[in-house]
């Protein structure tokens, strides 16, 4: 094997939309698509003269941001205008922070379980920075002559992450990436949709002479701008390895550029050299005061930041008695995973509140297209999850007829075993009444029972069957058994 001769450097930059109601400076809704140029206003749409006025419920996301990458939080931070021409950014300026932004100097272990030869284990990648932004509108290339504009992604809110120049691999910036949306996902700070745009980023990579133990002066970097998938993160920084490679081993020299992506190619194309660099004459925002806020609320924010997510799986997993995959969806997301602890602060029974968490309750709102947050709040608390979890538990209502009455249970306000006893369904533990129903059922199949008795023991399921028609699934399946293996096996 040869001796790596070169050694990569990648720093990201990357653009995370987050989940606020309203837009970074107006009260337009912050919603993905739309008919074009519906959720806008004066202020997205770059009038003249109108007034922004900043979103607080953005300031409390970038901050929560920081501090789950270990940020400091600046008090007091400056909005400033970027300018450069885009047909989308009608205003002629994208409004960002230069100096100071709002958070500072963090860090985040990536963590290498997943990546199988890795050659680092778990390294430290440091946090430049996080400042807030708004993002630009969309052009939409409709025929070989014209162009469209859509403005309802104008002055959405994003927060931009830029990480030193730690990362050594491709892979290690693509697995970055995953993790970090995996965070950003499990604090609700982001819907995390790639597909959308949700979140993209800058690769900056360069290359330098292999020191062992690393070391060095830093290589010209190019940047590859405004990636959207974890795949293509780390095709164009192989791409960009192989490029510079080539041009360092014949001896030409390379220019810091700005380079795009071409997904279909695998390749990338220079936009423009260090020269070309636009000159953004950064200056505040003089419509915009500082952003200034206390320490107090800072600490609010880091009080409310729920246990780390590594820490919840392995209490779920082994404490709580979960399967790996039922605790991997339930820390999937800190909301999630705090409606399925309130509702264990009501009753004791782990599995059987995951259970209906994750077959009933989850299904139905991907079925009604709803976040389970909105369902949570509106339809069905962790009181009533609670409740209905101790209704299964006593045997008042079967699984079966839960899986029935669900969203019956959601849309109404009866509880579960009023719903059961309106149709004659809760669930009949009475032996005695049970009994009969066993006995019925072995006498109507009386060929059955006989290949039971001579060792075809697998018909016992048939014979339960036959029970639960009779009892419409309202029978406890556990005594059911229990009184057809009495009745049968003597
Ligand atoms: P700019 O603002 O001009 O884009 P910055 O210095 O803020 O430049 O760096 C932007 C990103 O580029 C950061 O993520 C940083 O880590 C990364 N970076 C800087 N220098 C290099 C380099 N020589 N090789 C790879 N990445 C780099
Ligand atoms: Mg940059
Ligand atoms: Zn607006």
């Given amino acids: 094997m040869s001796v790596a001769k070169w050694e990569t450097v990648i720093g990201l930059e990357v653009h995370v939309q987050i989940k606020t109601a309203s837009k970074l400076f107006c009260r337009c809704p912050n919603k993905f698509g739309g008919e074009p140029n519906t959720r806008i206003c004066p202020v997205c ?78 390294p430290e990648i440091r946090i430049n920075r996080i400042h807030m932004e708004d993002d630009a509108g969309k052009c939409i290339h409709a025929t070989d002559s014209a162009s469209l504009v859509d403005l309802n992604r104008a002055g959405t809110p994003l927060v931009e992450i830029v990480t030193e120049p730690d990362f050594r691999s491709p892979a290690e910036a693509a697995e970055f990436m995953r993790q970090l949306r995996q965070l950003l996902l499990y604090l609700d700070i982001t819907d995390g949709n790639m597909e959308e745009g949700s979140m993209r980023c800058d690769v900056n990579i360069s290359l330098r002479p292999f020191h062992e133990g690393g070391g060095g002066k830093f290589g010209v970097r190019s940047e590859v701008k405004n990636l959207n998938s974890f795949a293509s993160i780390q095709e164009a920084a192989e791409y960009e390895e192989e490029r510079q490679r080539d041009a360092l081993e014949s001896g030409q020299a390379l220019e ?65 008695g979960l399967h790996a995959e039922e605790a991997g969806i339930l820390v999937g997301s800190a909301a999630l995973a705090g409606y399925f602890e309130a509702a264990l602060a009501l009753q004791p029974s782990p599995k059987r509140t ?61 509880e579960i075993e009023t719903l059961a006893e309106k149709r004659g369904l809760l669930q009949v533990s009475d032996s005695s009444a049970l009994e009969k129903a066993v006995l019925d059922a072995i006498a109507a199949n009386p060929d059955e029972a006989a290949q039971y008795r001579g060792g075809k023991t697998k018909l016992l399921s048939f014979f339960v069957g036959q029970v639960m028609r009779v009892t419409k699934g309202a029978g406890n399946p556990a005594l059911i058994n229990e009184l057809l293996k009495k009745h049968l096996e003597r």
């Fill in 256 to 320: 810091q550029e700005t380079r795009h992506f071409d997904p279909d190619s695998g390749s990338t194309w220079a936009m423009r050299s260090k020269e070309g660099a636009p000159d953004y004459r950064y200056f505040p925002n003089p419509d915009l005061p500082p952003v200034v806020f206390t320490q107090s609320f800072v600490d609010e924010i880091a009080a409310a930041l729920p246990e780390r997510q590594e820490a919840r799986f392995k209490r779920y997993t082994g404490e709580l």
């Fill in 354 to 414: 995951a259970g209906l968490i994750l077959g009933n309750f989850l299904p139905e709102c991907s079925r009604r297209e709803v976040e389970p947050a909105a369902l949570m709040a509106d339809h069905f608390p962790p009181a009533r999850l609670a409740h209905t979890v101790a209704m299964l538990e006593q045997g008042k209502v079967s699984l079966r007829v839960l899986q029935d009455l669900f969203r019956e249970l959601l849309d109404g306000t009866d």
């Fill in 45 to 122: 749409s770059g009038m003249p003269g109108a007034l922004p006025s900043l979103n607080s419920r953005a300031v409390a996301l970038a901050v929560r941001t920081g501090l789950a990458l270990g940020c400091r939080i600046n008090l007091h931070s400056v909005f400033s205008r970027k300018s450069y021409f885009y047909p989308d950014l009608p205003g002629g300026f994208q409004t960002s922070q230069l100096e100071p932004p709002i958070c500072e100097t963090g860090r985040f272990v990536l963590n290498t379980r997943n990546m199988p030869g890795a050659h680092r284990q778990n």
